[in-house]
């Protein structure tokens, strides 16, 4: 298995989809495989419930749990067990996860006020029916880079991956998100270009008062 981070693009896709208050899966991943410009494939997990239920951790442990459903052998499942098998496909190694509260409720699932909690993984997972991983095999022993936690982690980015988020917002965002997906500060322009210019600002403005020093009085 590869050893997954976290991937700021994938977690503003997971946010504009919650958004949308719906207990289903965004069609867009199917449809528009440039819905992350890093990745080919991105998957994805739901978790919807109401406000007092609702904490990270225990949707992510209620996908895991499917695992007593999961028959590997068999490569099948005797209930549902596709959330099991996102969490844990060797391949996927990038994940960014997002919950917005419905106050009007989740369509699909309750008219009440509710939560949606999404995550989407990269690459996708729950591929072409193979099994989530190899089995055998001492850890790591498949490794090309480093071996992290009995995982498998390559420092490379991913072809074509950019530094930061991408700077549009995802496809299937509702009308009105944001349009920037960078919430990143620029830190070059708080920290050297405005100081710079403050400071130029009050040498001109010294210059002029010295050159001109009734410039500034008035009575």
Same mark, same amino acid.
């Given at each position: 298995m590869l050893y997954m981070t976290w991937d700021e693009g994938l977690s503003l896709i997971a946010k504009a989809w919650a958004e949308h208050c719906?207990?289903? %899966?965004?069609? *867009? $991943? *199917? =449809?528009d495989p440039s819905v992350h410009p890093a990745f080919s494939s991105v998957g994805e997990n739901i978790w919807t419930g109401s406000p007092? $239920?609702? =904490?990270?951790?225990?949707?992510? *442990?209620k996908w895991v749990d499917e695992k007593e459903d999961y028959d590997y052998q068999g490569n099948k499942c005797n209930s549902v067990c596709g959330h099991y098998t996102q969490v844990v496909w060797g391949s996927s190694y990038k994940v960014g996860c997002a919950a917005h509260l419905c106050p009007g409720g989740v369509a699909g699932f309750t008219s009440k006020e509710g939560v949606v909690f999404v995550c989407n993984y990269a690459t996708a997972g729950n591929m072409d029916s193979a099994r989530p991983y190899e089995s055998g095999g001492a850890a790591c022993s498949g490794c090309s880079g480093s071996c992290v936690d009995r995982l498998c982690r390559d420092n490379r980015s991913p072809a074509g991956a950019p530094a930061v988020a991408p700077a549009v917002a995802p496809a299937g965002a509702p009308t009105g998100a944001p349009a920037s997906a960078s919430h990143y500060p620029d830190y070059l322009n708080i920290l050297i270009v405005r100081p710079m210019g403050l400071l130029l600002t009050f040498i001109t @403005?010294? @210059? $002029? %008062?010295y050159r001109y020093p009734d410039v500034f009085c008035y009575e």
């Open positions: 719906m207990f289903q %899966h965004n069609p *867009k $991943l *199917k =449809d007092s $239920l609702f =904490d990270a951790t225990r949707a992510i *442990k @403005a010294f @210059a $002029l %008062h």
